[in-house]
């Protein structure tokens, strides 16, 4: 069983920035893939980040690309999420979540094993 612990959140004006961390438990957080979620009031979860085991495949949705980053240290269990130059339609409760399968889906939230209890993120005009 892995938990996974968000922070970093909170309330910034548009423009902004923050950074997102998830620190997981146990001895095994390099064998799993990780992902960012988030979702709005009344929206579907969605996909935002991915990074793979090693850290050497990242993948970011088209919506972030330029502004948010997706990194891990594998020494600490953390996975990051770098929000830059945030908009006020990236207000959402931010999850991470990871995935122990070998094959990586990073966009599909089905394809996680574990997911944390999620973090708000507030971006105001």
């Known amino acids: 069983q892995v938990q996974l612990v968000e922070s970093g959140g909170g309330l910034v004006q548009a423009g902004g920035s923050l950074r997102l961390s998830c620190a997981t438990s146990?001895?095994?957080?390099?064998?799993?893939?990780m992902g960012w979620f988030r979702q709005a009031p009344e929206k579907e979860r969605e996909f935002v980040a991915g990074i793979s085991r090693s850290g050497g495949n990242i993948y970011l949705a088209d919506s972030v690309k330029g502004r948010f980053t997706i990194s891990r240290d594998n020494a600490k269990n953390t996975v990051y999420l770098q929000m830059n130059s945030l908009k006020p339609e990236d207000t959402a409760v931010y999850y991470c979540?990871?995935?122990?399968?070998?094959?990586?889906?990073?966009?599909?939230?089905?394809?996680?094993?574990?997911w944390g209890q999620g973090t708000q993120v507030t971006v105001s005009s």
């Open positions: 979540a990871a995935d122990q399968d070998y094959t990586y889906y990073p966009g599909r939230p089905g394809a996680y094993d574990y």
């Open positions: 146990g001895r095994t957080f390099s064998t799993y893939n």
